[in-house]
Each structure stands twice: as C-alpha cells, then as structure tokens.
C-alpha cells in the first residue's frame, strides 16, 4: 500500500505564497502522473496541476502562470508552488499518484489551503 503525506497548507493572505509538499512511500519514478487536485464543499475534485513521467505538466487555466508543480524523485516528493494567492484557490488540496508499478491510484488524506481577503 502506497502512503501520501502531504504538508505545506494553512492561512494566507490573498496575494502572498505557499508551498505544498507531497512525500511518497513507494519510488515515484513507478509513476506515470502526480498530481494536485482542489476539493470545495458541493463540488468534486478538480485537477490543479499534473506532472507527468517525463516531465510535462498540465494545469488548470485559474492556475496558470501562478502556480508551478515539480518533482524530485531521489525524496519521492511532488511540489506545489502556489503565488499570488487568491481567495477562490481556498480548498482542501490532495495529492493523487498514478503508480505503474505495483499498478494502483491512491490519494492522500489531504490538507487545508486558506486564502484570506
């Protein structure tokens, strides 16, 4: 069984910075994708921001050019740089992985972002 730990969250102000840290217990060079993923009450999940196997990232258009994800395999750690904060990017922030090997989705417990006004 894979573990996410994810760190980094809590209260800012709106236009300041955090940096969101999602450690894995297995390699993530297993991986094909690790991503950040919002949840807000009513809604679902919705992707953040992804990084694929070979580098390549996707993110959502409210996040764009404010937000940057990363990667160091050798800590089995995603990042999540998040600047200019604003108060819609509040949210409970999970950390997804897609592992190939064993072959397996799984999800952190999640942590709170809060962007105050």
């Known amino acids: 069984q894979v573990r996410l730990v994810e760190s980094g969250g809590g209260l800012v102000q709106s236009g300041g910075s955090l940096r969101l840290s999602c450690v894995a217990s297995?390699?993530?060079?297993?991986?094909?994708?690790v991503g950040w993923y919002r949840q807000t009450p009513g809604r679902s999940r919705d992707m953040v921001a992804v990084i694929g196997s070979g580098g390549g990232t996707n993110y959502a258009d409210s996040v764009k050019d404010r937000f940057t994800i990363s990667s160091d395999n050798v800590k089995n750690t995603v990042y999540l740089q998040m600047n200019s904060l604003k108060p819609e990017d509040t949210g409970i922030y999970f950390c997804?992985?897609?592992?190939?090997?064993?072959?397996?989705?799984?999800w952190g417990q999640g942590i709170q972002v809060t962007v105050s006004t």
């Open positions: 297995m390699n993530i060079d297993y991986t094909d994708r």
């Open positions: 997804n992985a897609h592992f190939t090997s064993p072959r397996g989705i799984y």
